[in-house]
């Protein structure tokens, strides 16, 4: 009968320049290779877990939210989450780790690993006997050895010796991988980022490469030839032990925007019926206030209304400061918004498409982004962190991955190449696609491009594009929580003085469904309000569909204004001539590379033509339900959705 | 006080001899170019009847193969130098004096168990640097030196050691000994005053007016009633030496004795300035300007002549020369403190190590210095990179303290493919696997990549070996090296 096995110490890419495999590769080869759990055991971070998680669920793999830590003292040791309780300890101590070192390191000693934590279970990679005695008595019932075999000296010999230790301190021996790719040939590439990691070149880190490429997920078989079989078999009574899933975590709302005696419903109702008086001081038309009624009855449904209300408080106060700030996107189809004046899209002039800002369908949370004036942003994110704490509030990362020059001058370096060698080859790198022209290149700019390292360097450095390199903060993507946010996920220090960023970004959020509030900054909204300042008006005196305006526009006379001032889109302008708001919305759309490669630009200007020429009959759609859709575009797919 | 004068009479012939007695008569001239005069003779020359004072061409007439060797007082002063530099081992205070030197060593006397023993050790060291010197000792440098002359015309005089006894003493010698000008001895002669008793029985005001100031400070320096203070010589903070061969030396056996004599010089100056030599080069000059140069470097400086004649003794052996010696130049250009090696009664580490270093350095100079090396742990999986070359007594540059295990002490310069069958391999009779494999899987990266499973493996016999199978090429078995 062949063995079971759960991976418990992997590293994925996200251990930055360690991991030389991405967690979705990892979660497929385990998947593959019949292990029964994974666990994604990032050093210090849990920045991987979600891609792992929603890998693992596509193929039914059992994935374990852990992390690896080394603590100053030496003393190195994986977490496992087994329940919500030990994952939200967990991230609070990553989170401790990361705070208090600089942005990509962390620091954590003996104290900081609480005692007897509920939902942990401890691996203990062996050292001293005094450390194993240490972290016994720190997890009682819950420590566990680490037995690691990668064909290193004398493997039998090891074995033996750690069970003896494991003998005296009372624990069990579990086999465990240290993996650190998800197949044997990334071994290169590890050995890269290690050299890009110790900032030297390959010829320098000596032993601190791995001796060999035996870091990889190997097969049951080959593990039961190296482990006897009650290792292998402890590995999956942690496993089993290990119940919690990512799934489980909660995002809650902060509470304080609804005053005491109201719910979020009742509260955004009646800040919408305000704002609907507002906007409609002769009274909103019906039209208008059935489709207010329509989406808080669909915004109650999905309970998104603390996230309205967190967006209005936060619009609120840039009003309250004469911060110009817009909502944008597909935010615009709400009346909602408008009467919480987060737009300025008036439901009553255009048809607003609530649905293609949420849908019970989709089932993806709200997506609204508002921009304020790029000089007084900063007030409106201090604001934040005022309101809610740093405890609360931090900011989604993005993470920066390696780009071709950047993948290039790392791996060239490693490689030991001089930097003028670097320079050249990545001057030719506009050539990587064809291969003819880049031997030509490369032999123009003195390299042999048959020679050994050249050929390594330029298929490593493929490799290695789109890694991760590390955790950048969002441009101003705000995640807000009722309680402490690092329980959620560990937030770390940015690069920025006073700036903490979550290990997760955007994609991960939407993932899990959490929400953020994207607070970007827009130099547009900072010009006009100075232009409103120098003729004295304010936005709401500004007319709508000036034909004046327009005239211009159809000139292409756009030099400086928003969207339409690109040579494209003034090219484009005589040829649209756009006569409304909506012209305008196609006009910005249909400049766009999808249309232009889809050959979408000449059919629809055709069609533009005949409707002008007063044919507008005579367009054709290819079922009625396509002519629902499409009829605004004149039956062209102009938009994305 | 308590004084040594060293008289080395016949200096210039001595100079001559130094690096070996010859036996073709030699005389050395001084005067005038025209009528050159025989001032010293060796033993063939004497025999043949040559004296002191002879014309060259009278020599000449009774000797036909005479050399002869013209003066050089620059060559005795830096002799004397030499040998006073030599002298500062037993006291500081050694001075040039006429044609020897003089040394105070009353301060010296504990440590040296007392006068006798002192001179004793002087003779013999100077025996061993080539010269002959005779010595007197008296309470005042110009007694001291009377008593060397005395000795050295074959008088017997008891050394004196205070100053009471000195007047009794010199009572019997005759005044020629002394520096005086040949007219004040010619006019004391004619006087009847021909001993020392006479001298010092005349009224000193008398004799100041009559002979002049200077013969009575003499007189009272020499008893010790005028003080006669004296400069040290200082040497130069180097060491050279030069010495020429009696006759053309065609092989280097016959170049040890004369370069024994320079290296007990030396010791005994370095000796005198608590200093040893680091590095050291000894020019051998063949004329016509040419020159061979053995260059000596030590681990730490060094003075002892025997071990540094040995150390050279290997160099020269390893030389062919070009040509037949005339004369040897010895030049230290830097002194440094030497630090003394400490004998105790159980030869611990200390010891062990010191006799490492001087293994190291006789196996370098036997076999050439890039030939020995120690060995320290490089930082590299591969095993053939995982050790480096290092300068004896180096460790190398520690950048990695986890040094791998198992490996065995001697590693074969080239793996040596075994034979198998089977696919078992064997080496003195098939391998049983002890340890292993051992995957070692890297330096993919500068063109040595290594892709290797490396057991410990042992015959029948016990001879236990690190092997390894090919994973690149021909997938085959290797011997890698042999544990002790």
Known sequence: MIPGYAELHCLTSYSFLRGASSPEELVHRASEMGYRALAVTDECSVAGVVRAHVAAKELGLKLIVGTEITLEDGLKLVLLATSIRGYETMCELITTGRRAARKGEYRLARGDIPAAAQGLEAIWFPGDIEEGRWLASRFPGHAWIAVELHRGNDDAARIEKIESMAAELGLRCLAAGDVHMHERARKKLQDVMTAIRLKCPLSQAGRRLHPNGERYLRSIGRLSALHPARHLATSLDVASRCAFCLDEIRYEYPEELVPAGETPATHLRKLTLEGLARRYPEGAPDAVVQTVEHELKLIAELSYEPFFLTVQDIVAFARSQEILCQGRGSAANSAVCYCLGITEVDPGRMSVLFERFISKERNEPPDIDVDFEHQRREEVIQYIYRKYGRERAAIAAVVITYQPRSALRDVGKALGLSLDQVDMLSKSMSWWDNREALRQRLAEGGFDPGNRVVREVLDLTQQLVGFPRHLSQHPGGFVIDNRRLSRLVPVENASMPERTVIQWDKDDLDALGLLKVDVLGLGMLSCIRRALALVGRRMQDVPAEDAKTYEMIQRADTIGVFQIESRAQMSMLPRLQPRCFYDIVIEVAIVRPGPIQGNMVHPYLQRREMVRAGRGDQITYESEELKQTLAHTLGVPLFQE | ?484
Not at chain 2, 86 to 110: N, V
Not at chain 2, 125 to 146: D, K, N, Q
Request: a neutral charge; one cysteine or more; hydrophobic letters at 45%.
């Open chain 2, 1 to 484: 006080m308590l004084w040594v004068a060293l008289e080395l009479p016949s200096l210039p012939l001595q100079l001559v001899e130094r690096a070996g007695v010859s036996r073709e008569p030699v005389v050395i001239c001084e005067g005038p170019e025209q009528r050159p005069v025989v001032i010293c003779a060796n033993a063939s020359a004497s025999s043949a009847g040559v004296r002191e004072g002879q014309a060259v061409a009278a020599a000449k007439a009774l000797v036909g193969e005479l050399r002869v060797v013209p003066r050089d007082p620059a060559a005795e002063r830096e002799a004397l130098q030499g040998l006073a530099a030599w002298a500062g081992q037993f006291t500081p205070m050694a001075c040039l004096d006429g044609q020897g030197i003089a040394l105070e060593i009353e301060p010296s006397l504990k440590l040296f168990s007392g006068h006798a023993r002192l001179c004793s050790a002087i003779r013999r060291g100077i025996r061993h640097l080539g010269f002959h010197a005779v010595a007197g000792i008296a309470p005042t440098p110009l007694a001291a030196r009377l008593f060397a002359r005395a000795e050295a015309r074959g008088l017997h005089v008891r050394s004196c050691i205070d100053l009471a006894g000195l007047r009794e003493r010199v009572a019997d010698l005759p005044l020629f000994l002394l520096d005086w000008p040949a007219r004040t001895l010619a006019h004391l002669t004619d006087l009847g005053v021909l001993r020392m008793r006479d001298m010092l029985e005349l009224p000193m005001e008398g004799v100041a007016r009559r002979f002049g100031p200077e013969i009575a400070i003499h007189l009272g320096r020499l008893m010790g009633t005028i003080a006669d203070p004296r400069e040290p010589y200082s040497p130069p903070p180097r060491f050279r030496a030069r010495l020429e061969l009696p006759a053309e030396a065609d092989g280097v056996e016959a170049l040890l004795f004369p370069l024994r004599r320079m290296l007990a010089e030396m010791e005994g100056a370095l000796r005198g300035r608590g200093a040893g030599v680091q590095r050291l080069m000894l020019w051998l000059e063949h004329g016509r300007k040419a020159r061979t140069r053995v260059e000596m470097e030590f681990a730490s400086p060094e003075r002892e002549s025997d071990f540094i004649l040995a150390i050279a003794r290997e160099k020269l052996g390893r030389l062919t020369l070009p040509a037949a010696t005339l004369a040897l130049d010895l030049r230290a250009e830097a002194l440094l403190p030497y630090m003394p090696r400490e004998s105790t009664w159980l030869p611990g580490a200390r010891e062990q190590a010191i006799g490492r270093e001087r293994l190291i350095e006789r196996l370098s100079a036997r076999l050439g210095r890039d030939r020995v090396f120690g060995i320290a742990v490089g930082d590299d999986h591969r095993p053939d990179r995982s050790w480096s070359p290092v300068q004896p007594g180096h460790s190398g540059v520690a950048t990695n303290p986890a040094a791998p295990a198992a490996r065995p002490v001697w590693l074969l310069n080239r793996p040596h493919r075994l034979i198998t069958r089977d696919d078992i391999p064997s080496h003195q009779g098939e391998l049983s696997f002890i340890a292993g494999p051992e995957r070692i899987e890297s330096g993919w990266w500068d063109g040595a990549e290594v892709r290797r499973d490396y057991y410990v493996a042992a015959n029948a016999r016990g001879e236990t070996y690190w092997i390894f199978r090919e994973h690149r090429g021909d997938q085959g078995w290797y011997l890698h090296g042999v544990f002790a």
